[in-house]
């Protein structure tokens, strides 16, 4: 299977204190992949660390064939885009303004497609409006739009759902799959809360990341029967096996 990201045993520590505890992690070309925890579990420290905005204590990735270590890894991150904590806008801005100044800062010789990435993240008719003024859902797919610039095949979402009401949550699941289904964009999607996002995650592989209590909070939600899969049979075990990896806490005790 061809892998867009791997993790090995990456770890991450301040001190004494160990934000990331040796996780290991197989992202699949084409795939909505799932990675969900708890606050605090480590999920946007690894962000960081696949960003390159923080370096790893220990372990090792591998973003596109380049290990971390490669002088070239940021050719690599040049086909990605991030979402990380909280969309990355201009406030007094508009939401054409911001991708705008997003397009200056990559470099990008024109505003071409700029029309057409407004209206794929359906923010084609917020005129001059400013983000400020924009509803939380809103201000998400903005903070999607800003990342999608440059054309990366490869998104990284930080709680992309966090805080939105059920119509923003369906809003930005449909987004989510569009991008993945007719622009064949790959992405890990970096999720608290399973229930919201289960049918955004469908695509055919087992992962087997994981650990007894990870596995305790699977039967435990498999009895709800709250596991599900888009394109897959909506059973319990069989959504658990083609969907996601849900881990919990990557902290060392």
Known sequence: ???????????KEYGTFKALNAVSMHVPKGAIYGFVGKNGAGKTTLIRLICGLQTATSGEYTLYGRKNTDKEIYKSRRRMGAVVETPSIYLDMTAEQNLKEQYRVLGLPSFDGLPELLKLVGLENTGKKKAKNFSLGMRQRLGIAVALCGNPDFLVLDEPINGLDPQG?????????KLNQEHQISMIS???LPYHCLHLIYKGFRTSEGNSEVLGILEQMQRFGVFWTEAGTPGRKTAWENGFALLSDFRGK
């Open 169 to 177: 949550i369906i809003e930005m699941r449909k987004l989510i799959l």
């Open 190 to 192: 970096f999720l608290k």
């Open 1 to 11: 299977m061809d892998y867009i990201l791997t993790t090995n045993a990456l770890s």
